[in-house]
């Protein structure tokens, strides 16, 4: 099995990849992505991922990247929070905001390291990265490299270092399931 990407992440150590997961919430957020190892500014960040304030950015919002029904985007996407038990507060991004995708897989590597010693648990945290990655996430972050129209170094490293990431989840869970 392969263990490492090239931004020196060891793969198959739950509690490392819950903490990039955390960063890359995080600097996907407008606050988060100016204290970000990224160095981006608030005026970049909006200008390469706001439609409202620049008509060719690109959205961090999974509704604006498929043509599924939004209320059926979220409802899905509500169903896989829900069922671990968490709740969306008032003042955070939609859930189909990329900074929640991401925070969501945060939790779910966070409960892998978890319970690393209790196989069934175990088996069904990844089986849940698993779909939530396919279905969800990786589309998301692809359609965003793809989409991306920006100048902005930053900006670029910011979404190919998430894409290098969640491709390298993407094999990980595959890997894993094919292990069962």
């Known amino acids: 099995m392969s263990t490492d990407i090239d931004i020196g992440i060891d793969m198959e150590n739950a509690a490392e990849r819950s903490g990039v997961y955390r960063a890359l919430a995080e600097a996907f957020t407008y606050t988060g992505v100016q204290t970000s190892a990224f160095g981006i500014s608030g005026a970049d960040y909006n200008d390469a991922f706001d439609p ?3 008509e060719k950015a ?4 999974e509704g604006a990247h498929t043509e599924e029904d939004r209320s ?73 490299r793809d989409g991306l129209n920006t100048d902005n170094p930053q900006c670029v490293e910011l979404v190919e270092t998430c894409h290098e990431f969640i491709g390298a989840e993407v094999a990980l869970a595959k890997e894993y399931a094919e292990a069962v």
Do not use: K
């Not at 955070?92 to 939790?107: A, I, K, N, T, Y």
């Not at 779910?108 to 779909?131: F, K, M, N, W, Y």
């Open 52 to 54: 409202s304030v620049n």
């Open 72 to 144: 059926s985007l979220f409802e899905e996407l509500m169903r896989f929070y829900d069922f671990f038990g968490l709740g969306r507060g008032e003042e955070v991004e939609m859930p189909d905001h990329l900074s929640v995708e991401l925070e969501f897989m945060h939790f779910l590597t966070h409960l892998e390291s978890q319970i690393g010693d209790r196989p069934d648990d175990l088996a069904s945290v990844r089986r849940a990265q698993r779909d939530f990655l396919t279905r969800h996430l990786w589309r998301l972050i692809d359609s965003i």
């Open 58 to 61: 690109c959205s961090l919002c």
